[in-house]
């Protein structure tokens, strides 16, 4: 099983640390694009209209100029890095051994910079969104998507992918094995599904951890239903998207906090 999340917005930076190295992230297939990501980014962020390209407010105007830089600046495991409501709920630190074990080889974060990192992978925090023309690239999304294909379906074979990733990053990558499945979210409202973004990443967080902490992995869409209505209401649905797994939350939902 593989679980696909996107990246979060804001990310964790640390005081000390050496550097990430680019030959030890996953997926080395990427690494000449990773290495013309950071040039292009590197270029971008020390422009006069950085902030305006990258679609940032002044607010994140060192996160930008941090950008420039990101071969020195101190790198540490990306379930360090990113941070976050999604990441919140999953909590990696309260999870036993053997679930960590299991996100550091499980969980792949689909990003504009790196293409896709473990969880476990050394990387500095960064400051860019899939959704930005990055020239000389052009569209991230787009971009990418010529290329993750190909290094990604070739780690999943045949396993389960669960996808709780963000339309602006599923973009980027869709499974070719036939064995993926989107998580959606919805919650009552009046009577009505509705989409609840803030309660939709919280609770794909919440999912990955259950996942991660199941006695058995669940190996195609009717196991991972099975599993998932342990917790939650929820139903397997085909749409022009593929396959996906809805859960529908009560009108009286709460956050709850992972321990």
């Keep these: 099983m593989l679980i696909l999340l996107p990246p979060s917005e ?25 290495h013309a990501a950071l040039n292009a980014l590197g270029e971008v962020s020390a422009a006069a209209d950085a902030m305006e390209v990258l679609g940032v407010g002044a607010s994140l105007a060192a996160e930008v ?5 990101l ?9 360090q890095i990113y941070s976050g409501v999604l990441y919140e709920a999953l909590g990696y630190n309260s999870l036993d051994p053997r679930a960590q074990s299991r996100a550091d080889e499980q969980v792949l974060v689909i990003s504009a910079l790196w293409g896709a990192v473990r969880y476990a ?47 602006t990053y599923a973009a980027a990558y869709k499974p070719g ?34 996942l991660l902490q199941a006695e058995h992995e669940p190996q195609n869409p009717r196991e991972l239903l099975e599993l998932i209505s342990q917790r939650w209401s929820a139903s397997l649905v085909d749409d022009k998207k593929g ?3 809805n859960i529908l939350l009560p009108e009286d939902h709460q956050f709850t906090t992972a321990k």
């Design 71 to 79: 071969h020195t600046e101190p790198a540490a495991p990306a379930h």
């Design 177 to 210: 094995n036939g064995n993926a499945v989107a998580v959606n979210v919805f919650q009552l409202r009046n009577g009505v599904p509705k989409v609840v973004s803030h309660f939709a990443k919280h609770t794909r967080g919440e999912v990955a951890r259950f």
């Design 65 to 69: 100029a941090r950008n420039v830089a």
């Design 121 to 167: 992978d050394r990387i500095p925090p960064y400051r860019l969104s899939m959704s930005v023309k990055l020239e000389p690239l052009g569209k991230l999304a787009t971009w990418w998507k010529k290329r993750l294909g190909a290094a990604l379906d070739e780690v999943a074979g045949d396993q389960l992918i669960v996808d709780a990733r963000s339309s």
């Design 10 to 34: 804001g990310k964790t930076a640390h005081a000390t640390g050496a550097p990430f190295e680019l030959e030890e992230l996953s997926f080395p297939a990427l690494n000449e694009d990773r």
């Design 243 to 245: 396959r996906a797994l």
